[in-house]
């Protein structure tokens, strides 16, 4: 299953991006849909996910309140909306899709390719 991200890039401190993850529409109609992010040596740490329905949504605790993830059913694309950004926030992003819901400690069943999001000071 292909999970196609984009969306990363520069961007200063207290700017916003806007992440998009597409999936095939079987995936994004009955799968959770979410966002991870790792840094070079720690381990990928869970962002926000969506379930297909909508809802519920989960976020984790550094980004709550200024990530939104959404999803758009028509464009089978899910939406992680930053802002506020931090240069803590640098990172590359993980799209993911799982059957179940999507919670921190889990690991979806699918993975998209990353995308580098770099937060300067």
Request: net charge positive.
């Amino acid at each position: 299953v292909q999970l196609q991200a984009s969306g990363g890039g520069m961007v200063q401190a207290g700017g916003s991006l806007r992440l998009s993850c597409t999936a095939p529409e079987y995936i994004f109609s009955s799968y959770a849909m979410g966002w991870f992010r790792q840094v070079p040596g720690k381990e990928r740490e869970f962002i926000a996910s969506m379930d297909w329905s909508r809802a519920p949504t989960h976020y984790a605790e550094s980004p709550k309140g200024r990530f939104t993830i959404s999803r758009d059913r028509a464009k089978n694309t899910a939406y992680l909306q930053m802002d506020s950004l931090k240069p803590e926030d640098t990172a590359i992003y993980y799209c993911a899709a799982d059957p179940h819901e999507l919670r921190p400690g889990t690991r979806p069943r699918y993975w998209g390719q990353g995308t580098l999001v770099t937060v300067s000071s």
